[in-house]
């Protein structure tokens, strides 16, 4: 038995949503704790299950987490004992990789097996692991575990050959508590690297030039317990903006950084949806003009979100044209349109790009959420289908949406789930 996500697709949404805090901010957030010596007390946590098997893995490290109110997380790790990581839990999500730099950070030794994630094609950890090295770190292999190792981690300068997310984060974390100056260049830009540079700031880590390409990481002897406030999402943000552009006839997307968002935003208006944006909200108007097809090449922030691809792309089938989706950063990540197809998208693959042939009639099928992104396209597909849609495997869904289904029925969705064979 399997339970499904079920859509009843046609019925128009209105309303507002308020976003929750960020899924990739929040996963960085939670390991970087193990740093303190003290309690970290972080505010707009997302209820989704990457921060449940986050949970599970800081408990096993003798870490104590309490639940305080709806999305309040209070992180101890004054107890914390450095065991082998090596439960189901490492493999449920991509970011359990953030302790080893956490690990090696604090105890000069960390040890944990291979993460999991979606599948996107191949996803290497060969940057993280060469700038732990640069650092000083021993790196081993053994039985499936990564074993890491440092008498003294000292600070250096790393240049990454890719400005990945992951590497940036996860040698920051190892470099706060070395010996000396760290200087990350071709450092990722993201919104949720400034967000953990800022939270290891309020520990007391010393860290420079967030935001920018060269980060700049200061070592220092102990880092204390804070409070924190996760930003807000602006993938679950830019898939909401998507869902009303498909479907709404007035919406407000609330609790937003729009300067997060502007790559989407633009794309949105070349397609012609009509929104008005503001301070903190988006609201997005029905537009009664056909929507005009587009061209979209995923990039590192600031340029247009590879997670936010797949998405756009089952609003593309509803444009009047031919529309192409070049990915940059993962290259086949595009299971999506197999799916698409089936409910009726006319889309050819030849990676590293999708051609979408709109517009098409959508229908309801029984269609397979590959991966977390390919999952929220499929529910705006189903949204905008003709009958029925049944979605699979939604616990790739439920990796990164707080609460997708109470947000949706809440804007006039008939959604639900359902326990099929
Ligand atoms: C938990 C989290 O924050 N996940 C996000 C993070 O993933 P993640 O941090 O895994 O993605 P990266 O930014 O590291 O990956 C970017 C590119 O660099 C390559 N690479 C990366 C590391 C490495 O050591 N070697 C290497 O070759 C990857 O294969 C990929 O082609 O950023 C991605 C790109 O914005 C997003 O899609 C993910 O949602
Ligand atoms: C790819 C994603 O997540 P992860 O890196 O956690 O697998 C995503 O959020 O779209």
Redesign the pocket.
């Known amino acids: 038995m399997e339970k499904v996500i079920k859509i009843e697709g046609g019925h128009r949404l209105n309303g507002t949503v308020r976003i929750s805090g960020s899924k ?1 901010a929040t ?2 957030l939670i390991p970087a704790c193990v740093l303190a010596n003290n309690p970290v007390t972080i505010y707009g946590v997302p209820n989704i299950s990457d921060v449940h098997s986050l949970q599970i893995l800081l408990e096993e490290l003798n870490v104590k987490v309490e639940k305080k109110g709806d999305d309040t997380l209070y992180i101890d790790p004054t107890n914390i004992q450095n065991i082998p990581m090596v439960s189901n839990a490492v493999s449920k999500l ?2 359990s990789y953030y302790f080893m730099g956490a690990l090696l950070g604090r105890f000069g030794h960390a040890e944990i097996k291979m993460p999991g ?1 979606c599948y ?1 094609g ?7 692991l060469k700038g732990f090295e640069s650092l000083g770190a021993t790196i081993n292999y053994e039985n499936g575990c990564y074993i890491l190792d440092a008498k003294e981690l000292t600070g250096t300068n790393i240049f990454l050959d ?1 400005s ?4 940036t984060i996860n040698i920051m974390m190892a470099a706060v508590y070395a010996k000396g100056r760290t200087t990350i260049e071709n450092a ?1 830009r ?1 919104p ?1 690297i400034i967000d953990i540079a800022t939270l290891l700031n309020k520990m007391g880590a010393r860290i420079h030039g967030m935001g920018t390409s060269t980060l700049v990481i200061d070592g220092v002897k102990e880092l204390g317990g804070c409070f924190y406030e996760i930003i807000p999402d602006r993938i679950e943000a830019a898939t909401y903006i998507i869902i009303a552009a498909a479907m709404a006839d007035d919406m407000i997307i609330e609790n937003i950084i729009p300067q997060h968002l502007e790559a989407v935003i633009m794309k949105l208006k070349q397609v012609g949806i009509d929104m008005k944006v503001g301070t903190d909200f988006i609201e997005v108007f029905k537009t009664d003009k056909p929507l005009k097809p587009t061209e979209i090449l995923t990039k ?1 922030y600031p340029g247009f ?3 936010v691809q797949q998405p756009f792309t089952a609003l593309l089938t509803q444009a009047e044209g031919n529309s192409t989706v070049t990915e940059t ?2 290259k086949e990540r595009f299971k999506h349109c197999k799916e698409l197809n089936k409910m009726g998208a006319d889309i050819d693959v030849m990676t590293p790009s999708c051609f979408i042939n709109g517009k098409t009639k959508l229908h309801g099928a029984k269609v397979t959420s590959t991966d977390l992104r390919c999952g929220a396209g499929l529910v705006v597909a189903a949204l905008m289908a003709e009958g029925i849609t049944e979605i699979h495997d939604v616990y790739h869904i439920d990796r990164g949406y707080d609460n997708l289904d109470g947000k949706l029925v809440n804007l006039g969705a008939k959604l639900w789930r359902e326990e099929v064979e």
Request: net charge negative; proline share 11%.
């Open positions: 990739n996963v960085a991509r970011a994630g996107l191949p996803r290497p950890i060969d940057l993280h890719i990945s997310v992951g590497a990722a993201e949720e590192p979100a590879t997670d950063i993962y």
